[in-house]
């Protein structure tokens, strides 16, 4: 049978694809597969497209943008997997960083770091008639985008009039900021860490901190393909189901597999702090201590949340990028697929939750979830500034 070929981008969290063609996950199920590393999300959006990948690591608004017919160069996709939780963070340049520690000490000495002292630091520039500070995100329906937005909106920063907004590759981010072409980004692991180790960028908040287990990056495949294979698509998602679970429990031998330049090409003790959740937040600083940075397969996190899409539908909204009529719920339910990961889940003896939304925003704490399998640890779900989100209509 010919390969599959999957696409992915450099970044920690294409950590369970590399575990899964490196530790056999894939040949335990009977697939040939070959992993295909992309410059970008562009990229990946087009060669899916024109069928030079049979699936990919995708940015979890993808699928979603498609099926809402805002992305007209994306093809349909449909995705029965989560690949992990959190892994991105908020960081700026040594310049801003000080220059916010100097508006307001207080609010950059208290975690979760709100955009307070930013706020205050545009309104200088303001009066003084400097131009707009400058914010790279990754893709324009990447969780980067609407993550970085939520952050500045809820200090009363307009993302759309007090600064400018552009698109870089995940590995181009940090040059970006060395370059001064940039004044901060949103972007995965390990490129807010790179920037600290260099000395260039200090990191404000983590997603973790911002949304507590929110979604990150998803398995995504053609629709076609889901319809014409059904049972390959299957042992595809029993393959990864395992090698997830591997992954969240072998953090320091994925660190030194991730290392290979053939997945992200970073040393190892770079990889293993956010792996492990030991980050250095800014240079010449303590090791802070985020045991959730990177969730794998802990809380459900593989599990295709219809509530999880439509938060980030609800964003598109919000930022105009969606401008009509439309159901938000529905448009979930075509792309996010959880009765084709309870039928994985249930071949390899995963519990899988019975139902398909949920609140976010209301658990401080681990909670449990109720089963048809047994229950499920689930962790927080808090967001930043205490708001929560209701998925139903």
Known sequence: MT??????????????????????FFRRHDLAVELSREASWATIRDKL?????DGAQ????????????????????????SLDL??????????????MRAADPDAMATRPTTAAALRRVIAADRAAGRPPLRFAMVYPFATHNYELRYWLAAAGIDPDQDVQLSVVPPPRMVDALARGAI????????WNSL??????????????ELWHNSPEKVLAVPRGFAEREPDRHQALLCALLEAAAWTETHRDEVAHLLADARYVGAPAALLAGSLTGRLVLHPGGATEHM??????????????????????????????????????????????????????????GVCAPAIDLKPEGVHADPWTLASADGDIVMGSDLFFDGAQFDPTP
């Open 3 to 24: 390969p599959l070929r999957l696409g992915f981008i450099p970044l920690i969290d294409c950590a369970v694809l590399a575990v899964a063609e490196a530790h056999g």
């Open 49 to 53: 497209a024109v069928g030079a990948l």
């Open 58 to 81: 995708m940015l979890a608004g993808m699928p979603l943008a498609a099926a809402a017919g805002i992305d007209p160069l994306a093809a349909p996709t449909v995705t029965a997997f």
């Open 86 to 99: 959190n892994g991105n963070a908020i960081t700026v340049s040594r310049a801003l960083w000080e220059r």
């Open 183 to 190: 004044d901060g980004f949103c972007v995965g692991e390990p």
């Open 195 to 208: 920037a600290v180790q260099r000395e260039l960028g200090c990191i404000v908040i983590a997603k973790v």
């Open 291 to 348: 045991p959730d940075f990177h969730v794998f397969h802990r809380y459900a996190a593989n599990f295709p949340w219809a509530s999880h899409g439509v938060w980030l539908l609800s964003q598109m909204r919000r930022w105009r990028q969606i401008d009509r009529p439309l159901d938000l719920l529905a448009v979930a339910r075509d792309v996010y697929r959880p009765d084709l990961y309870r039928a994985a889940a249930r071949a390899v």
